[in-house]
């Protein structure tokens, strides 16, 4: 007798395998299911059968939080372990002003709520406080004339972007109640939370945020956080143990701010509108126009956490256990604090050369930036002290960008290209694809060749082959105008020319010396006939070409590791703006990898794209003759 899979979600699978279990029972060996009314039955029972395994299916699935589909079913497994989902987070920006006004006020707070407004891609946008923030008022300079005159001076305000926005709950302990905030695009760290008691003629006490239950008593003042049904986030409250306890007739003062998230990044330009007043709570008018000094442009704004994003980080998160000691559970914190993070990378001391034991260095690839600013930075640092382990010291730098440029040769068949525009236009389309792809943009990312040439490939049926060169550049941020050393390491092994010109650069200007000078590189032969160092030099090129050296040994480069080193020179400018020199090399392996805190990019916008009409495919040159061959290996040029 045959096995009826009850879990088989194929319609037509499920009707034979019924008719097969009936052909096994001796009453219906020889009856005919096609030509008969048992048929109906036969697919009624069958499309129940669909329908149940569908359904059993689907409880499965949603049973678990790598195949789950459903948010709310992610968002409940996800609390099982102590995960809370991200909500979405509001754009920041770091701005400062100063007021002049009449009167006897010491004091100038501005109030929370809005403070400003700002414009970006033609769209307003506010930007409010969650709390009051207070400062003082001393008087004026005499000599400007304004007796009675005073300043006020707000530095470095942190202003998010959203309507600050407030919700009162009444407690009642005989009810079953629940505390949901009512919007869904709330900010959770902007939440402020302040319970009055019944008896309470103050504002009442503020309670504060815990993601965890260690160190929390039966008086601690604490809130928690869960999701819950349409992205919407629910209070939770103490219960005498863990936690204090609400008390009938006390209420809930919840003040946050209601934010766009992500489009509120990018706003330079702020208009005052917040609300000042002094110390007897009176309005304060400003005797002049208040103009906002930007100190960080808006940045830092996400939606609310994705389910890819969940599933993801929860587990993660729930094995880091709130301490960071391993890679995974830097990258999970370090999500959940700094939500623009798109990659982390750390370096433990012990993997540091020299090795510094006891030392972490993180790197931090932001979205749609390359850095962080130094204020961020703090933050960071700030909040992952409550996840250290003592004794750790934690530090944040820099990322360093490791770029993959393409010199590509594509063959195409000309009988079949109505446009040759149009197919170079695809290729670059079909590269930027691939330079997005989750292999690169990546700490420790990994660019694969092979697979590289196969989307080219694929890119039209027109193409018919592709010869691509690979070249790897790192960027050396030079100091202008004052002697420094440099070090670029490239993580990969370099191929090495005897003949040298292993490494090119951009141009720069060096003190003392006119020209413009270049990197280059002379190899060191070993004993056994190997190349695995070499001397560093610098030279300039006349306008015939010609190249001397005017600075013999100027530093070394080690060909295994892939490390350059500039010993101590004075840059004064660069032909790059900002003060950067292009430092390029060709890598052993097309296969280029990024290591420790490299990340790996390819770079479209300094890759050659070169159309080549294969004219033996097209049938112009059967015999091959005046083929146009394109060689593998690199050219021959002094400089970058």
Do not use: W
Request: with cysteine.
């Amino acid at each position: 007798m045959p096995f009826t899979k009850y879990a088989n979600l194929d319609f037509a699978q499920i009707r034979t395998q019924i008719k097969d279990y009936l052909r096994a029972n001796s009453d219906f060996t020889d009856f005919d299911f096609e030509g008969s009314n048992f048929s109906v039955l036969i697919d009624t029972l069958a499309y129940n059968t669909y329908i149940s395994a569908f359904n059993a299916n689907m409880v499965v699935n949603e049973s678990f939080i790598e195949s789950a589909a459903l948010r709310e079913n992610v968002v409940s497994l996800a609390r099982n372990i102590g995960y809370t989902p991200r909500s979405r987070t509001a754009a920041k920006s770091i701005i400062s002003f100063s007021v002049k006004f009449s009167g006897s006020s010491q004091t100038v707070t501005l109030k929370a709520g809005l403070v400003c407004t700002g414009n970006t891609k033609n769209t307003s946008f506010v930007f409010s406080i969650p709390e009051d923030i207070t400062t003082t008022s001393p008087l004026d300079d005499p000599l400007d004339n304004q007796i009675g005159a005073r300043t006020a001076t707000f530095s470095n305000i942190e202003v998010y972007q959203g309507s600050y926005a407030t919700k009162k709950f009444n407690v009642d302990t005989s009810l079953d109640q629940r505390f949901i905030i009512p919007n869904p695009s709330v900010d959770t760290d902007t939440l402020r939370v302040r319970v009055k008691g019944p008896q309470d003629m103050t504002l009442g006490d503020e309670y504060v945020k815990s993601d965890t239950l260690f160190k929390i008593g039966s008086t601690s003042e604490v809130f928690f956080l869960q999701e819950v049904k349409d992205e919407k986030y629910e209070l939770l409250f103490g219960d005498g143990v863990i936690g204090k306890a609400l008390e009938t007739g006390s209420q809930i003062n919840a003040s946050f701010i209601i934010t766009d998230g992500l489009e509120g990044n990018g706003v330079t330009n702020f208009s005052f509108a917040g609300v000042l007043r002094g110390a007897e709570e009176n309005r304060i008018s400003p005797s002049n126009g208040i103009t906002i000094t930007t100190n960080q442009k808006a940045q830092g704004g996400a939606e609310i956490e994705s389910l890819q994003s969940i599933k993801y980080f929860a587990p993660r998160s729930y094995s880091s256990q709130y301490r960071a000691v391993t890679a995974s559970d830097y990258e999970a914190i370090v999500k959940q604090i700094f939500p623009d993070t798109e990659s982390v990378s750390v370096v433990g001391g012990e993997e540091m050369t020299p090795p510094r034991f006891g030392e972490v260095e993180i790197s931090i690839k932001p979205k749609n930036d390359y850095f962080i600013s130094d204020f961020n930075k703090g933050i960071i640092l700030s909040r992952l002290k409550d996840y250290a382990v003592a004794g750790i010291k934690q530090s944040i730098v820099d990322l360093e960008i490791l770029s993959i440029e393409l010199d590509t040769f594509v063959y195409y068949n000309g009988s079949r290209v109505s446009s040759l525009d149009t197919l170079k236009s695809n290729v670059v389309s079909t590269l930027s694809e691939f330079a997005d792809s989750e292999d690169l943009n990546n700490f420790g990312g990994r660019f694969k060749y092979s697979k590289l040439l196969n989307v080219i490939d694929a890119t039209d049926s027109a193409i018919t082959s592709n010869i691509t060169k690979v070249k790897i550049r790192r960027n050396m941020r030079t100091i202008l105008n004052n002697p420094a050393q440099y070090e670029l390491c490239f993580g990969n092994q370099f191929h090495v020319n005897p003949a040298g010109a292993n490494i090119k650069s951009t141009g720069f200007n060096v003190a003392g010396i006119p020209e413009i000078l270049y990197m280059t590189d002379t190899p060191t032969m070993l004993p056994n006939g190997t190349y695995e160092s070499g001397i560093v030099s610098f030279i300039a090129i006349d306008e015939n070409g010609v190249a001397s050296t005017k600075v013999q040994n100027a530093g070394v480069v080690d060909y295994k590791t892939g490390e350059i080193n500039i010993f101590t020179i004075n840059i004064v400018s660069t032909v790059v703006v900002n003060g950067i020199v292009e430092v390029q090399a060709f890598p052993e392996s097309n296969d280029v990898i990024g290591l420790e805190n490299l990340f790996v990019e390819l770079s479209i916008d300094k890759s050659t794209i070169n159309m080549v009409k294969d004219t033996i495919t097209s049938g112009e040159q059967v015999s091959g003759i005046g083929f146009p061959v394109t060689s593998s290996y690199s050219n021959g040029k002094l400089t970058r």
